[in-house]
């Protein structure tokens, strides 16, 4: 299984990204596909989740509003809607996969893609 994730970059506070992980297969074939981002210094955290069997998305208390998690399962994509940002959004986003059921919001995914930079100025 891999994962690749593309689409950060260095924007101003409000501003917007759209961030993109291809998976190796059809994203159906996944219990969930999801975002996570680590900030400088800090753990890894949740950002978002989606379910395309279980039509389901969850998403991180400090992003809902803003972020829109979605699939294009025909293109093997998963996306990652910002809009809003500012400097705490500041991080490395991952992209990740599981196989497993179970919620979506947790952190022992199975699969990992490697992380794409978003850094936000003030």
């Known amino acids: 299984v891999q994962l690749q994730a593309s689409g950060g970059g260095l924007v101003q506070a409000g501003a917007s990204l759209k961030l993109s992980c291809r998976t190796s297969?059809?994203?159906?074939?996944?219990?969930?596909l999801g975002w996570f981002r680590q900030p400088p210094g800090k753990e890894r955290e949740f950002v978002a989740a989606?379910?395309?069997?279980?039509?389901?998305?969850e998403y991180a208390d400090s992003v809902k509003d803003r972020f829109a998690i979605s699939i294009d399962n025909a293109k093997n994509t998963m996306w990652l809607q910002m809009n809003s940002l500012s400097p705490e959004d500041t991080a490395v986003y991952f992209c990740?996969?599981?196989?497993?059921?179970?919620?979506?919001?947790?952190?022992?995914?199975?699969?990992w893609g490697q992380g794409t930079q978003v850094t936000v100025s003030s």
């Open positions: 297969g059809r994203p159906a074939m996944y219990h969930a």
């Open positions: 990740a996969a599981d196989r497993k059921p179970g919620a979506l919001k947790r952190s022992d995914y199975d699969y």
């Open positions: 989606i379910s395309w069997r279980y039509r389901t998305s």
